[in-house]
């Protein structure tokens, strides 16, 4: 027997997030929400329940967001309660805010040892811009050196949110994580949605299943939808029947129907995740309505090569990328080879760690070996015929002193300076205090240059790289001398250079070994001697003239791999 989701009117369901810094506790506070409701039973081993991909366990970082609907009791009254996990990485922030536009609340969560970070602020402004609800708690008080009478002065200061609305909390133990879900009960409205209308539901997650195809994670606006229904997708302007509706427990659950202000999925032969979207619209078929706003395609900021290590596993590796991509439609894929890595991809990222968890995935769960090419970004280009900061090209935007001992500086970075190594530099600059966010500011002039680099004159196409023209020289510098410790001495020179244009920026050179092709002749005949010399002589001139020098693959991989690393 399906369960009847008509019980449950949009005045007794809240629909809410739990955004975070990384680390902060947000999947340990989900896990105490799912046992408290009893959504999940209460064992020891309940560790981040929503976080499901085995590189989500392994970095403790949410890359997919999970959903669970809770039912709990309030002053004799049932509630339904929507957690919608988002993730919580900058990378994947238009997914955040997706996720967001299907709450009316968030829980912000804070450690109350480490107080506001990065991410805290950047989701936060989030959640602010969706005029949401927000709950403040503070986490981890039973750490030793917790401080959250600080946090609280913090929230106050940056966020402007007075300090008794914070909830003080400890995921860990469960200590006051009760007066939570009363606060979500009390604090955050419900949906303001009408059953009436035609239905009207925006898909905000999706995932792949090799046996039933997409299952679409909806938040339904307007009006009913269950099984048999003829739907359409208002970004494919395809059409589909419904097979299946259902709530997340986490695990799904199929119900009769699902009704407006509920969360849900929805399976409806949708072959893959391109046809539904993040931000998409579903509605009836015969029911037309307006799209809701904010719908983009996913754009991606981060580009790498991604090429089989053998090219023997070239099918396998693109049945891999096939897979992969089936559930994220956020990865671009272009076809593309190399002189020295031969057939491969070039795969657009929303962020360096979105290549990062992509790259993992295809070795954890499809065993494959690649090489990854050191990142690059998107440029536009006009044809016509110290400090860390400092170093990197940015502009101070602004500061603002969170407490004595913390400030948050803003500044507008060119992307393709903190795509490689910033994040590690400023970790280690700042002993681990500092923490990170960005977000994309749009294209912006820059004197920019194309560098060539030659072997003995002739360029090397894998090794063409746009760079700024005040650090094309050090950059030119680093690939030839990355170079030269990769050649093999040949039996002839080999000049490496750095080009822009025709001139020539840094050069490194491989000396000659000069095979002792005399070796074996003692002495006597002095023919045989010369012959020998002149065709070691003609070797290195062919050699040059056609310009083949031996270029082990390692070399190239190691270049490309590091090229931008200093
Ligand atoms: N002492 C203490 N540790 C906690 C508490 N809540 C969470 N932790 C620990 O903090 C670490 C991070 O917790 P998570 O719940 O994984 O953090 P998260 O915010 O979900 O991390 P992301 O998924 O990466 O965003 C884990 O080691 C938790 O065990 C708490 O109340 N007290």
């Given amino acids: 027997e399906k369960p009847d989701m008509s019980r449950f009117p949009a005045e007794d369901i809240r629909n809410f997030s739990i955004i975070a810094h990384v680390d902060h506790g947000k999947s340990t506070l989900a896990d105490r929400l799912l046992e408290l409701t009893g959504t999940i039973d209460k064992t020891k081993n309940n560790k981040q329940v929503l976080d499901k991909l085995q590189v989500e ?34 990378d994947f922030s238009y997914e955040v805010s997706r996720s967001l536009s299907a709450c009316q609340g968030v829980l912000l969560v804070v450690d109350a040892n480490e107080g506001i970070q990065a991410q805290t602020v950047a989701n936060f402004f989030l959640a602010f811009e969706a005029q949401l609800s927000i709950i403040p708690v503070i986490n981890k008080i039973d750490l030793k050196n917790a401080d959250p009478e600080r946090v609280e002065k913090q929230i106050e200061k940056v966020f402007d949110i007075p300090s008794d609305e914070c909830i003080k909390i400890s995921a860990k133990l469960g200590t006051n994580v009760e007066s939570v879900l009363q606060a979500v009960i009390e604090r955050i409205p419900p949906p303001k949605v009408n059953r009436k209308n035609p239905l009207r539901a925006l898909v905000f997650d999706s995932t792949f299943d090799q046996y039933r195809g997409v299952v679409a994670n909806v938040a339904l606006f307007d009006g009913v939808v269950s099984k048999g229904d003829k739907i359409m997708s208002a970004h494919t302007q395809k059409t589909y029947e419904v097979n299946e509706v259902g709530v997340l427990n986490p695990s799904e659950q199929s119900t009769q129907k699902l009704y407006a202000g509920q969360v849900g999925y929805l399976i409806a032969g949708m072959k893959d995740v391109t046809e539904a979207q993040v931000g998409d619209t579903l509605y009836l078929q015969s029911h037309p309505v307006e799209p809701l706003p904010g719908f983009k395609s996913a754009k991606p900021m981060v580009f790498a090569g991604v090429y089989p290590v053998d090219q023997s596993e070239y099918n396998n590796l693109k049945s891999a990328i096939e897979k992969l991509t089936l559930n994220d439609s956020s ?53 016509s015929s110290a400090k860390l900061i400092k170093a990197r090209r940015a502009v101070q935007k602004n500061m603002i002193f969170i ?28 002993s681990g205090y500092a923490s990170f966010d960005y977000e994309d500011a749009g294209y912006q002039t820059a004197e920019l240059v194309k560098m060539d680099i030659l072997l003995n004159g002739n360029a090397v196409d894998e090794l063409v790289t746009v760079v700024h023209k005040e650090k094309a020289y050090s950059v030119g510098k680093t690939i030839c001398e990355g170079l030269k410790d990769s050649l093999p001495r040949q039996l002839f020179e080999i000049a490496i250079q750095a080009a822009i244009g ?65």
């Fill in 331 to 383: 990865v671009t894929v272009h076809r593309d080879s190399s002189l020295a890595l031969g057939a491969g991809w070039r795969l657009g990222f929303l962020g360096l760690l979105h290549m990062e968890v992509f790259n993992q995935r295809l070795e954890q769960e499809y065993n494959t070996s690649v090489i990854l090419t050191a990142p690059t970004v998107p440029y536009k280009a006009v044809l």
């Fill in 403 to 430: 407490d004595q001992n913390r400030v948050m500086l803003k500044y507008l970075f060119p992307l393709n300076e903190i795509v490689v190594d910033f994040y590690d530099s400023l970790k280690s600059l700042s």
């Fill in 502 to 566: 025709s001139k020539i920026i840094a050069r490194e050179t491989v000396k000659a070994y000069r095979k002792n092709v005399l070796a074996k002749c003692y002495g006597g005949d002095i023919t045989r001697k010369m012959k020998l010399l002149k065709r070691q002589t003609e070797g290195k001139k062919k050699l040059r003239k056609i310009g083949n020098i031996e270029v082990p693959k390692d070399a190239f991989i190691k270049v490309l791999k590091t090229r931008s690393n200093k």
């Fill in 57 to 90: 366990r392994e970095r403790g970082i949410t890359v997919k967001a999970q959903t669970a609907s809770l039912v709990y009791s309030f002053e004799g009254k049932q509630y339904l309660l929507n957690l919608i996990d988002t993730p919580g990485h900058v």
